[in-house]
């Protein structure tokens, strides 16, 4: 429960009922035995109401406590720090506009814990000093964090890493971070900002920062700007986790360095020294190097958490990428619109890297199925090109 | 950057392989910047440190009290770990270059941070 954000609490279920009546003599029949540790007389308690769905008033939830008189409490009431918590639940349905008169479900349970739901508000984007148009969700970010099983003193790499907000979560388990860009702005927290009514960004707008907003800054270690298809760590094994939100193309564009000869006419340089970015860098080759990066950087038992676009009409399982050091653990879909979704996959490497060429024309084929996805950016619009089309003619019906 | 940075990144100019790293560091401003220590996570990183290049590196910035390798047992000698916590983790380069010991190709650092980017022709197939 200290990791979950998926989670509320977690109690020890001691009766339930479809009414009142029901879980009464359900909780008659919990062996008393289990019940008495808790409940003895050296020992304070209290009992609170909870109603998913519902509001009750304050004469109502006593009401509900004092129907419980029978259950053997001999322990002191004690409101403020009680040693035990025991709960009744009451489930009213999911709809709000159409709240039932009595609840579908009762339970009554001591409780153990709390997850970490907290955390999506502690950590919420809205607060954070420093966004990106992409920045990841609290919540996500503490799913991918569980998903790499990050434990305290790891290292984490995350080789698109935007504002760092990956990170965040990461560092908030006791990782170590690194991250690579390849936009220096980003990285250098530099430009136009994302918020709705700010210009520019402001000096305390960086990785750095946002990691020092929540006293995690001790867990920063660098970032670098870099394209992630041509890293520059020497060889060896230095992650713990790799956990990435590689660019889909959309709102971000996917890009990698390219040489003089194959930049359009008319494209902008980088202003600061750099060299022309702006090749359009396929989405299935973008895959095929991280898995490679993963399989070779990682260490064994490493893993890898990376969101995969897809077009959900053509999505197949064959699609996902694969490599022989890595084994899929999970492949979870995110709904993104009616006709793409992305999916949280997660990879552990198994197997150590031997050397770089043995893998290449092995994963060429098994990337095939994934090439139709290099237009993805078509694909994405294409619904709404349609919708946008659909409109006019009704309109001019 | 920090040192522990330093020790892990290598040139990937076309042609170098192996021999990109280390990057020979100039710096122009340095600053000391006090992490909280962490015995563990200094220890976990020893095995994985490339003594000679940290060395060189730690020589460029005049650096004093540098071990010169891990000693016996250094899992659980604090005096070791403290030096190299700070040598690894607090002292951090803002202003300088990185070179490409093969190739001499510069990557600058600005504001703490290396630009390691290079063009097409200059890098691995």
């Not at chain 1, 954070?128 to 969700?137: K, P």
């Not at chain 1, 660098?222 to 394209?227: E, G, K, P, R």
């Not at chain 2, 070179?99 to 630009?115: D, K, V």
Request: charged residues 25%.
């Amino acid at each position: 429960m200290k990791r979950t954000v998926c989670a509320k609490s977690i109690f020890e279920l001691w009766g339930h009922g479809k009414s009142p009546e029901e879980l009464y003599s359900s909780l008659k029949n919990y062996p008393v035995e289990k019940m008495v540790p808790f409940l003895h007389s050296d020992s304070t308690y209290k009992i609170k109401i909870h109603t998913f769905n519902k509001t009750l008033t304050q004469e109502e939830k006593v009401k509900r406590i004092d129907a419980l008189e029978f259950l053997p409490f001999e322990g002191k009431v004690n409101l403020k720090k009680p040693q035990h918590i025991f709960s009744v639940l009451e489930d009213y349905g999911l709809d709000p506009n159409h709240i039932p008169e009595n609840p579908h479900n009762i339970y009554f349970g001591r409780w153990i814990a709390d997850g970490q739901r907290d955390l999506i508000e502690s950590y919420s984007v809205k607060k954070r000093h420093f966004i990106g148009n992409t920045s990841m969700d609290a919540g996500l970010s503490f799913i991918m964090a569980n998903h790499g099983k990050v434990k305290e003193n790891d290292i984490v790499f995350d080789p698109f890493v935007g504002t760092g907000g990956l990170l965040v979560a990461s560092a908030h388990f006791g990782a170590y971070v690194y991250g690579t860009d390849i936009d220096y702005n980003t990285v250098h927290g530099l430009g136009k900002a994302s918020r709705k009514n700010q210009k520019w960004r402001g000096p305390d707008e960086n990785i750095r920062a946002n990691l020092r907003q929540y006293g995690l800054e001790k867990y920063y270690l660098d970032v670098l700007v870099s394209d992630a298809s041509k890293p520059s760590w020497r060889k060896g094994t230095f992650f713990d986790a790799i956990i990435t939100d590689p660019p889909y193309g959309i709102r971000e564009s996917t890009r990698r360095t390219g040489s003089q000869k194959e930049i359009p006419k008319g494209l902008e340089k980088c202003p600061e020294s750099h060299v022309p970015v702006s090749l359009s860098y396929h989405l299935s080759d973008m895959f095929f190097d991280l898995l490679n990066f993963a399989a070779e950087t990682l260490v064994l038992g490493g893993r890898l958490v990376y969101w995969l676009p897809v077009y959900t009409p053509e999505y197949t399982e064959e699609m996902v990428p694969w490599h022989p050091c890595l084994k899929l653990i999970s492949n979870c879909e995110q709904k993104l619109s009616s006709h793409t979704s992305r999916h949280l996959i997660t990879m552990e490497k198994v197997e150590e890297f031997e050397n770089r060429d043995q893998y290449s024309h092995l994963l060429s084929d098994h990337f095939l199925p994934y090439q139709g996805h290099n237009s993805f950016r078509e694909k994405y619009f294409s619904g709404v090109t349609k919708r946008i089309a659909k409109e006019e003619k009704s309109i001019q019906e | 950057m920090k040192l522990l940075t330093h020790n892990l990144l290598s040139s990937h100019v076309r042609g170098v392989g192996p021999r990109g790293f280390p990057l020979r560091l100039q710096a122009t401003e340095v600053r000391i910047n006090p992490v909280e220590f962490n015995p563990d996570f200094v220890a976990r990183m020893i095995p994985k440190v490339e003594w000679a290049a940290l060395l060189e590196a730690a020589d460029t910035l005049h650096l004093i009290e540098v071990p010169k390798e891990p000693i016996e047992g250094y899992e659980h000698d604090e005096e070791f770990l403290r030096k190299m916590h700070h040598i690894l983790l607090e002292v951090e380069v803002l202003e300088g270059t990185l070179q490409c010991p093969e190739s001499g190709r510069l990557f600058p650092i600005s504001r703490g941070i290396p630009n390691m980017l290079l063009s097409d022709e200059e890098t691995e197939t």
